[in-house]
């Protein structure tokens, strides 16, 4: 699932809700999603705005991951609509969440207390 580079994961990337989408496959995928909002790949997400990243799937291999983008590729629209829609129904932009991540409930801003040293 994480390569020494980063998260290995097939993608989709979109121009706006129900607008144009491209879906690719990386083994870096903060980077890669990083580089299509930037604009700093040319070709066909900078040609069609594609800077939304709606969803996402990680994979634990290069080889399974080009297999699903390949097998993705071939799926009528509507079912790649309804991928998207089944965990991100409002087509948000999922970049954000990616490279901070919600802290976990048990977090709190009080610090932990110190460690005890044991009487041995």
């Not at 297999?67 to 590729?73: G, H, I, N, V």
């Not at 919600?102 to 610090?111: A, G, N, R």
Request: hydrophobic share 30%.
């Amino acid at each position: 699932m994480v390569s020494r580079d980063g998260l290995i994961a097939v993608y989709m990337m979109a121009s706006r809700r129900h607008g144009t989408l491209y879906i690719g496959v990386t083994s870096d995928l903060t980077y890669r999603a990083w580089q299509h909002r930037e604009g700093a790949l040319p070709g066909f997400t900078k040609r069609y705005g594609c800077k939304r990243l709606v969803w996402y799937e990680p994979h634990e291999s290069m080889v399974q991951a080009i297999q699903r983008e390949k097998s993705l590729k071939r799926w009528p629209r509507a079912w790649k609509t309804n991928l998207i829609e089944r965990d991100n129904p409002l087509w948000d932009d999922l970049y954000p969440a990616l490279v901070n991540p919600p802290l976990p409930s048990s977090f709190t801003d009080e610090p932990p207390p110190p460690p005890t040293r044991s009487s041995s």
